[in-house]
């Protein structure tokens, strides 16, 4: 069975600091592997993809950045950190098949920017 | 550019009953995918179910099922039976097709809350 597992589970970071994110997904070799971000009382916004390491492409632009080295793990980080960051980050996967396919969604990190 | 909304948002219903939430979509694709996830109170999003654009026939799962109505651009998710840990939020979305259908677009959410 695949598995999702994000870290850190929450975060409070003073503006202007630097952030990582990441996820690991196991059990699913060469996945679609996304970015989420979700405001407080907010919908689901997709911020990054990416089909295979080493590739990503940007959504929405955020000041935000995206990385995939390894097949099974994508990192989310930012050298400078705004209040408008806050928020929950999901790591999501989905088969990479098509498009067809469900995404399936990690724990999520709360961020919350100070 | 695809668009999803959910016009309701919220709803209350007795336990037991059944519940019918609304979601409409906007897209120039002739063949998309649409899905309902529901979040909860953790924060944990959970897919429920999902219907082709192609398949006639309304998609259900255990105590989940859908009313697809293509010609209006509709996808409700109907919960019969309902119990008081369905209470959470329930997103509508749609497959992108234009960026080689990797972006998942969601509506804006439908709080439900179940009681005795």
Redesign the interface.
Known sequence: AQTIHQWPVAEIKAVGSPLSLGCTIKGKSSPNLYWYWQATGGTLQQLFYSITVGQVESVVQLNLSASRPKDDQFILSTEKLLLSHSGFYLCAWSPSRGRGTEVFFGKGTRLTVV | AQKVTQTQTSISVMEKTTVTMDCVYETQDSSY?L?W?KQTA??????LI?Q?SYKKENATVGHYSLNFQKPKSSIGLIITATQIEDSAVY?C?M???T???????????TILKVYL
């Open positions: 995918f899905f996830y953790s924060g944990e999003i959970v897919f999902r082709d997103f979305a497959r992108d097709g960026s080689s259908g990797q972006k998942l677009v969601f509506g804006q959410g």
